[in-house]
């Protein structure tokens, strides 16, 4: 937002015909578009995916692209001029970035290149967010399963000579039933030749 001297910036999400935007930057006074819409709410957005490409527009009140509701609905959100950048990725338009002024405004192609660039590093951005979050969810579960099973269990990792031959092992995680069963405790990341010597 600021690069562009824009008064508003924001990126959504396209999740099961919904458009999701979390949040959105806006200078003062101007209303949030952040929240959840349907895609048939919004029919700049699924015109913008069905060109597959940028729609951009100096003045919503002098543009063809619009209709009569649409440049309503810009008008009332101080939508005056913008940059409507799709993502499209394996055929389905998962995610916009959008980048508007509250007053007409001639765009270069310069600041369209930067914002396709910058919509494609977002969307990368948030699939990174998204995988990292499910990998968290993922761990949680594994930690409370591995936490609550009755049974001792320990993960090693197996020590090696230069020769090949087995020669140690070191304790990566144990859960408390482990610990209560074969008396060990504090175990992880020490070896087995620490603990039980020879």
């Given amino acids: 937002m600021d690069y562009y001297g824009a008064d508003r910036c924001y990126y959504c999400e396209v999740e099961?015909?919904?458009?999701?935007?979390?949040r959105d930057a806006a200078r003062e006074g101007l209303p949030s578009v952040a929240g959840v819409y349907g895609l048939d709410e919004l029919p700049l957005y699924a015109a913008t995916a069905a060109a597959g490409a940028p729609i951009v527009v100096?003045?919503?009140?002098?543009s063809d692209v619009l209709d009569a509701g649409l440049k309503q609905q810009c008008s009332a959100l101080a939508i005056i001029a913008f940059i409507n950048v799709p993502v499209i990725k394996g055929g389905r338009?998962?995610?916009?970035l959008c980048i508007t002024q509250a007053a007409p405004r001639v765009w270069t192609e310069l600041e369209v290149e930067l914002?396709?660039?910058?919509?494609e590093r977002t969307w990368a951005a948030v699939e990174r967010a998204h995988a990292e979050a499910a990998l968290r969810a993922s761990e949680e579960?594994?930690?409370?399963l591995f936490a609550a099973i009755d049974a001792g269990f320990c993960l090693i990792e197996m020590?090696?000579?230069?020769?090949g031959v087995a020669v140690d092992y070191r304790f990566l995680e144990?859960?408390?039933a482990f610990e209560q069963q074969t008396g060990l405790v504090d175990v992880v990341g020490r070896l087995a030749s620490e603990l039980v010597p020879a």
Avoid: L, M, W
């Fill in 174 to 176: 144990a859960n408390q």
């Fill in 141 to 144: 579960k594994y930690h409370t």
């Fill in 115 to 119: 914002a396709v660039e910058t919509a």
């Fill in 159 to 163: 020590i090696f000579d230069p020769g």
């Fill in 58 to 62: 100096s003045d919503t009140a002098a």
């Fill in 16 to 22: 099961n015909e919904q458009v999701i935007i979390r």
């Fill in 93 to 96: 338009y998962v995610g916009n």
